[in-house]
């Protein structure tokens, strides 16, 4: 298993060996040594599984007292997936990072607690699975719009009039509104 730091370090792509053959192929998407290992040392205690049409995009999400870490991948299709510090502490402080998550590439994102996280489905069907640190908790979940020109995400698309949005991620406050991490 490959992992390697984005440009927000605590961010890391995960490349797991793959094992192919004609039958098909096998890869381990999370063994709890390999990963401490490597610095991911947590405890998952909920596994989401979302599927989207080519041009939906959801974030950007996080929960806020009940933060959660999640590592995230893609079984079918692909996504322009990303994440955002939210620590105001952090020299980083509203600047993301981004990649490509496929079930071609097979890659997967780990994104501590204090990062949100946003994806945009380039394929029809996408099928989005991640793993979290801590439970789901409406009362906890926050959004930052996903345009705010502070962030300054580059989306992969000829028209932004092409996506779909849910009403909570369209009506997202802007970052310098939201309540973050400290």
């Not at 192929?25 to 290992?37: D, G, I, M, Y």
Request: hydrophobic fraction near 40%.
């Amino acid at each position: 298993m490959k992992i390697t730091a984005t440009n927000l370090p605590e961010v890391k792509i995960v490349e797991p060996l793959v094992f192919g053959d004609d039958r098909g192929f096998f890869l381990e998407s999370w063994n709890r040594q390999s990963f401490a290992a490597h610095g991911i040392d947590v405890d998952f205690v909920q596994d989401n599984h979302s599927k989207s049409d080519k041009g939906v995009l959801r974030g950007i999400h996080y929960q806020i007292g009940k933060g959660q870490g999640k590592l995230v991948r893609v079984a079918a299709g692909s996504v322009f997936d990303v994440a955002v510090d939210l620590r105001k502490s952090s020299p980083r402080f509203g600047r993301h990072t981004h990649c490509v998550l496929s079930a071609e590439n097979k890659k997967m994102l780990w994104i501590p607690e204090g990062f949100g996280h946003a994806f945009l489905a380039l394929e029809e069907d996408s099928e989005f699975l991640y793993k979290c640190t801590d439970f789901f908790s409406r009362d906890d979940e926050r959004a930052v719009l996903w345009s705010d020109p502070d962030i300054a995400i580059d989306w992969p698309l000829d028209d932004p009039q092409d996506i779909l949005l849910s009403e909570k991620d369209r009506n997202a406050p802007l970052l310098k509104d939201a309540e973050t991490y400290p």
